[in-house]
């Protein structure tokens, strides 16, 4: 089973103020994807925040990672900077296809500002924070995410 990991990051999830109620979202698709998923870990918004925690969750072991928040526009929405700092090669298509899926629920979606991409033989896609977001994201991550890292595996294209 691939290890996959959810990432909330929020100042105000992050402190306590507000429970988490994206990630949860992801870890119970990733589960039910088949996908060895813990629960999210939370971390305050912020590109060294983000970084810090990918590169960590990378060196645990973990080869699928979903961000969730971060993504817009505000001053520390963050998340797709620090996520570029990890990424080796990005993979435009998936975060477009997001947003391109989003404008039927809202035309806010244009906002989102996240990435998709890989850094050795993991995936990392960054989704914005709101558990009707995620709801709608995990499907259109999903449908190529098995694929995807069994390209990062050497294996042929089938």
Do not use: W, Y
Request: hydrophobic share 45%.
């Amino acid at each position: 089973m691939t290890a996959a990991a959810v990432l909330t990051v929020s100042d105000r999830s992050s402190a306590g103020a507000r429970p988490d109620s994206a990630g949860p979202v992801a870890v119970s698709a990733l589960r039910e994807a088949g996908f060895d998923c813990d629960d999210a870990t939370i971390v305050s918004d912020g590109a060294d925040a983000v970084e810090h925690a990918l590169r960590e969750l990378l060196a645990s072991g973990i080869r699928f990672i979903v961000t969730s928040g971060g993504t817009g526009i505000s001053p520390r929405d963050e998340t797709p900077e620090g996520t570029a700092r990890v990424l080796e090669r990005q993979i435009p298509g998936i975060a477009e296809e997001l947003r391109r899926a989003g404008l039927a629920a809202t035309p806010a979606s244009m906002l989102t500002r996240g990435l998709a991409g890989v850094v050795g033989d993991a995936l990392i896609v960054n989704l914005p924070g709101s558990p009707k977001a995620v709801a709608e994201g995990m499907p259109i991550v999903l449908s190529v995410a098995t694929h995807v890292l069994s390209q990062l595996h050497g294996e042929d294209h089938s």
